[in-house]
DNA sequence: CTGAAAGCGCTTACAG
DNA sequence: CTGAAAGCGCTTACAG
């Protein structure tokens, strides 16, 4: 452990020069050019001298210092709508091993998907002079965007993309033709969707990818099929609620655009008497650890998403690094379970 | 919106004092004494056209040359296992909260539970020059805790205890107790215990609060019914398994020391063809959001997660002030439900 | 190859 | 009540 910490007596620059009896910006060069330029920087011998003490000491440059003088403070802020959404979780996890690849920290804030602090959040972020964001909790119709794009913000959004902007996220329209390809192949003709918040672009590619190729097939879905919901359990449990109530005949499946929101349908089925991957195919989406673990196993998309993480910083260095990017979307697939694995019943179909 | 941020050109304490035509120093006082000290330090309109200006401008101080010259950052370090855990997300949205209350930011990091990356969390957050830490994951046979003191770095310990430690937890062996009550209340005789982490003091005190209670009523805990797992879903199943295996006659009820282990064990018991709530009672704990929800809702302990993290900046918060703390246990409540709501069927008592 | 100086944006004694 | 100076720890042209 180094000792230039908290608690005690910091070693400095200017320290390792006077032990040396050197200047302390020939210190700074040998220590901060990286290995290449550090030849012709000082003398080998010298750097080696330096180098050593630095090492025995425990030096480490003071961040603020260095900050102050170069303009670049090597941190990154995230805006999740919750870190308790464990999807988000899980792709901040990404975030943390990119970054600290990469020699950045991260400050992490919760937004709750509320506007107002969605601002005040970036506003703290700012105010921390962070050299970039990564937007994990953009609204389709967000004007902030485009407001940190007229004042040259540097920034990446994560998990739900919006057009025009750079965005690593999951071909959620993909996720959701994956889901329709398995129900129809199952015999499922008449299916509902759980479809998530209206406002975020993964519960309206999904919802519309699985739609459309639905059908593309010749199926039909409902207008009361096709529930908008909180991407919680409870919401889960309220749409699959709604849906048992307004689809008359019953559907013989039901895809959630959130693992979540199928745990909540999973329990209002099983109020309602139904066994689900009997009575009721479920396909939820992320495959999060949970999915395969449920007491009934829980078919699901699972999407990339430490990946998406480690995604959303690269892109995000690329423009700090001034280069153009492109959003890009990764790769879904789909984990079949209990819960929709066998083929529609006879019953079922005849109803 | 400010503008003193990343994209635009920032305002400094110089632009203000330029523009009014004082000197920088005399802004400073203004802006930086809280109200109080404001009155001493300048005239009332002098004050009042500095701060109407930066108001005006959007003015935000740089936090990189604020904590240069005060050394101290504002910035707090948050080390647990994973935020992937639901109950260490929740417990950061405290953290989270509270540090903003008091103009603190923080960083966040996940240690796995791993020694060598505990370690080196650590030095990257006193690196970049943290306040003080609070950890989240400490071991019970920790040395870094010991390390960090003799070198005074400030911390606290959140969610796990350790005795000499200032630390902010639930009162876990109450939990375990409440636990005991509820099931030994309810008839049962012969339970086990998925009893979590060995290092950890929430899997430690809940089980002993646990054992301990369970024996005082006159009940007896075999050395095989005790099971110690990893607090994640798929330990929980392993756990549950192997409490199917080794104990004979089949316990009528399972305590386990974290909701996901639980859930975990609902689905071994499915597996067996066992009915939660009724062939055996399960009893989890912190009741995350989820337990509500499940198909079959899930008895638990409440630990007060957001408590306890908004409680353990206050505590940090009091050592930076230099004040002693002692350690503070919030305490917990049950929630019965229907996986172990009944009393122990005739059946069930005659095996 | 190395030294000396300037300056990043702030705060804080010290004068007056 | 306000100004002027020093300095936090670093980096980076500029000389030599």
Redesign the interface.
């Known amino acids: 452990?180094?000792?230039?910490?908290?608690?005690?007596r910091t070693v400095t620059l200017k320290d390792l020069a006077n032990e040396l009896g050197i200047h302390p910006s020939t210190v700074s060069r040998i220590l901060h050019s990286g290995t290449e330029v550090a030849r012709g920087a000082a003398s080998v011998a010298t750097a080696k001298r330096v180098r050593d003490l630095a090492h025995k000491l425990g030096y480490?440059p003071?961040?603020?210092?260095t900050?102050?003088r170069t303009r670049r403070?090597h941190l990154l802020g995230v805006i999740v709508p919750?870190?308790?959404d464990?999807v988000l979780?899980?792709m901040?996890?990404g975030i943390?091993e990119g970054a600290?690849g990469l020699g950045y920290?991260?400050?992490?804030?919760?937004s709750r998907d509320n506007p107002v602090e969605q601002?005040r959040k970036?506003?703290?972020m700012?105010?921390?002079?962070?050299?970039?964001?990564i937007i994990g909790d953009a609204h389709l119709d967000n004007v902030l965007l485009q407001?940190?794009r007229t004042?040259?913000?540097?920034f990446v959004l994560m998990n739900r993309r919006v057009p025009g902007h750079p965005s690593a996220t999951c071909d959620d329209v993909l996720g959701g033709q994956l889901a329709a390809d398995h129900l129809w192949s199952r015999g499922h003709r008449n299916v509902a969707v759980i479809a998530g918040e209206p406002y975020a672009s993964t519960a309206v590619d999904r919802t519309a990818g699985f739609v459309d190729q639905w059908k593309s097939f010749g199926g039909a879905i409902s207008q009361q099929a096709v529930v908008w919901s909180r991407f919680?359990?409870?919401g889960g449990?309220e749409a699959a609620e709604n849906i048992l109530n307004a689809c008359n005949p019953r559907p013989t499946a039901l895809f959630a655009v959130n693992d979540?929101a199928a745990?909540?349908a999973?329990?209002a089925?099983?109020s309602h008497g139904l066994t689900?991957g009997r009575d009721m195919a479920v396909v939820g989406f992320n495959d999060t650890?949970?999915a395969a673990?449920?007491?009934?196993?829980l078919s699901s998309v699972r999407s990339p998403m430490l990946d998406i993480g480690r995604t959303a910083v690269q892109l995000l260095k690329q423009v700090l690094d001034g280069e153009r990017v492109e959003p890009i979307r990764l790769k879904p697939t789909l984990c079949v379970r209990e819960s929709s694995a066998r083929a529609i019943s006879a019953t079922l179909l005849r109803q």
Chains 1, 2 share one sequence.
């Open positions: 452990m180094n000792d230039s910490t908290a608690g005690g480490s003071d961040p603020q210092a900050s102050l403070t919750r870190l308790s464990l979780a899980i901040y996890e943390e600290a920290s991260t400050f992490v804030m919760n601002r970036t506003d703290t700012l105010a921390r002079r962070v050299d970039g964001l407001e940190l004042r040259k913000v540097p919680d359990t409870a449990r979540f745990i909540g999973m329990g089925l099983r689900v650890s949970l673990e449920l007491p009934i196993p």
